[in-house]
């Protein structure tokens, strides 16, 4: 998968376990690369909202 496509479910796992408790992720809006898709990533009091391409996901924070 490669693009606007990755494992949202393998993203779920490492955004969860990584962007909170990561000094690389201190900025509420960053990007990274995953599965070789370039991810934005917006973080919000209850979500971080996962852009991938044009298409935007909600993922609840813990």
Same mark, same amino acid.
């Given at each position: 998968? !490669? #693009? #606007?496509? &990755?494992? %949202? @479910?393998?993203? @779920?796992?490492? @955004? %969860? #376990?990584? !962007?909170?408790?990561?000094?690389? !992720?201190?900025?509420?809006?960053?990007?990274?690369?995953?599965?070789? @898709?370039?991810?934005? /990533?917006?973080? *919000?009091?209850?979500?971080? #909202? &996962?852009?991938?391409?044009? /298409?935007?996901? *909600?993922?609840?924070?813990?």
């Amino acid at each position: 998968m !490669f #693009n #606007n496509q &990755i494992d %949202l @479910a393998a993203f @779920a796992n490492y @955004a %969860l #376990n990584t !962007f909170d408790y990561s000094a690389d !992720f201190e900025e509420d809006e960053f990007a990274v690369t995953f599965e070789g @898709a370039r991810v934005y /990533v917006e973080r *919000k009091r209850s979500v971080f #909202n &996962i852009h991938v391409g044009a /298409v935007v996901h *909600k993922l609840p924070r813990c």
